[in-house]
């Protein structure tokens, strides 16, 4: 076997996408190292289209780091939501009920920016790797891997941060006496297009119908992106655009308002599942973002919910490098974990309030318009959504 090149760093991360990066970008300021490798190409990642709804605390995160201020002249600040249910819109006013916004900003411009930042401040960030594996997580922990060169290395930290997504490599790692893992399985997913068409509304919409939940969302002022309900066993291929644009239409149109309609140029089915791996730590691996846990996207928190994963454990590994105390460190995953499941709350009220089960009684459908009233007649009902939506203070 051939002898492999050894990289010595204080933290070792796997994954470059959005967590990654930001971690990576948060230690470079504090004056720590850091190596990050990913299996995916720079194009890959930049060319993987991801909605993207920031909380203020994402976008004040990305601005105040210096990461970029595009999001702020780039981005589509929202001041608020619509809930839309027998046929009727509520804004739910976010500046009016909790002083905050939301940022319509897609991931991959996330990504775009944390990448071109990295690049410019001279960051080690490998792309196209393959043969990873992971060592002495309880040690000094090291990650073999083959460089997009085919020169074989291995990296020895003092922490590994696993951001490395949903199929996260690391997670597995850790043996099953030492993990607990939570599932919920949804009865539906989401029917997805992009669609060459006008906006139809400034800000989102979320509607409830008799026939299903669909999504209203923007992305340019000629492209818009679109949801609706559907079961997650459905073939996009059996799909025209005039059959998935009478489907929007018996969930959202109605009392004057119709959508905006044009060719449908993307179209995908998107299942959904909330999953939290507990805890987000062991012996010297940490885990951050979509490797720790998941949510449906009805509640707008996946990219939040890691973004903020890497502040805390950024300001555990800060005080252990330059303020010597383990502390912060120490109850990384017990501080992040209060977040994620606040935000698995939020995402399951979210997604059971608003979809319609395919085997619903005239119960449930009436239960479930008493529960969307009482939000929306009430303005402590509205506030918590908002202060939900746009996002909780962070952690202690």
């Given at each position: 076997m051939a002898t492999r090149k050894i990289i010595s760093t204080q933290v070792a991360i796997m994954g470059a996408g959005p967590a990654g990066l930001m971690l990576s970008h948060l230690l470079a300021k504090a004056g720590i190292d850091s190596t990050v490798i990913e299996v995916r190409s720079h194009q890959e990642i930049s060319e993987?289209?991801?909605?993207?709804?920031?909380?203020?605390?994402?976008?004040?995160?990305?601005?105040?780091?210096?990461?970029?201020?595009?999001?702020?002249?780039?981005?589509d600040r929202h001041d608020g939501i619509?809930?839309?249910?027998?046929?009727?819109?509520?804004?739910?006013?976010?500046?009016?009920?909790?002083?905050?916004?939301?940022?319509?900003?897609?991931?991959?411009?996330?990504?775009?920016?944390?990448?071109?930042?990295?690049?410019?401040?001279?960051?080690?960030?490998?792309?196209?790797?393959?043969?990873?594996?992971?060592?002495?997580?309880?040690?000094?922990?090291?990650?073999?891997?083959t460089d997009a060169d085919g020169v074989e290395s291995e990296i020895q930290s003092d922490f590994l941060v696993g951001a490395d997504g949903s199929r996260s490599h690391c997670r597995f790692q850790i043996p099953e006496a030492h993990r607990k893992w939570y599932f919920h399985e949804y009865p539906f997913a989401w029917f997805g297009i992009l669609a060459e068409a006008?906006?139809?509304?400034?800000?989102?919409?979320?509607?409830?119908?008799?026939?299903?939940?669909?999504?209203?969302?923007?992305?340019?002022e000629t492209v818009q992106r679109m949801y609706f309900q559907c079961d997650?066993?459905?073939?996009?291929?059996?799909?025209?655009?005039?059959?998935?644009?009478?489907?929007?239409?018996?969930?959202?149109?109605?009392?004057?308002?119709?959508?905006?309609?044009?060719?449908?140029?993307?179209?995908?089915?998107?299942?959904?599942?909330s999953?939290?791996?507990?805890?987000?730590?062991?012996?010297?691996?940490?885990?951050?973002?979509?490797?720790?846990?998941?949510?449906?996207?009805?509640?707008?928190?996946?990219?939040?919910?890691?973004?903020?994963?890497?502040?805390?454990?950024?300001?555990?590994?800060?005080?252990?490098?330059n303020a010597g105390s383990g502390r912060l460190l120490e109850t990384y995953s017990d501080r992040a974990l209060e977040r994620v499941w606040k935000a698995q709350q939020f995402s399951y009220w979210m997604t059971t309030m608003l979809h319609t089960p395919a085997d619903a009684d005239d119960f449930s459908r009436a239960r479930q318009l008493g529960e969307l009233n009482s939000v929306v007649s009430s303005r402590h009902g509205m506030a918590y959504l908002a202060e939900a939506y746009t996002g909780w203070p962070g952690a202690r």
């Open positions: 993987t289209v991801r909605a993207g709804i920031l909380e203020h605390g994402t976008v004040n995160l990305l601005v105040d780091s210096g990461v970029s201020d595009r999001v702020l002249r780039k981005g619509e809930l839309r249910f027998n046929g009727e819109s509520h804004r739910i006013d976010f500046k009016d009920l909790v002083g905050e916004s939301v940022w319509l900003y897609p991931q991959t411009d996330v990504f775009t920016d944390l990448a071109a930042r990295r690049k410019a401040d001279g960051g080690d960030v490998r792309y196209s790797v393959t043969d990873t594996s992971v060592h002495d997580l309880e040690g000094r922990p090291k990650v073999w891997f006008p906006r139809s509304s400034d800000e989102l919409i979320y509607a409830n119908s008799a026939n299903g939940f669909a999504l209203i969302s923007q992305r340019t997650p066993r459905e073939n996009v291929a059996e799909w025209d655009d005039d059959r998935i644009w009478a489907e929007f239409r018996s969930r959202v149109n109605g009392n004057g308002f119709e959508l905006k309609e044009g060719p449908v140029i993307e179209k995908m089915v998107l299942p959904f599942r999953f939290v791996h507990t805890p987000m730590r062991h012996g010297n691996l940490f885990l951050a973002g979509d490797a720790a846990h998941t949510v449906p996207p009805t509640g707008a928190k996946g990219l939040n919910l890691a973004i903020h994963d890497v502040k805390v454990l950024f300001e555990g590994l800060d005080s252990h490098y």
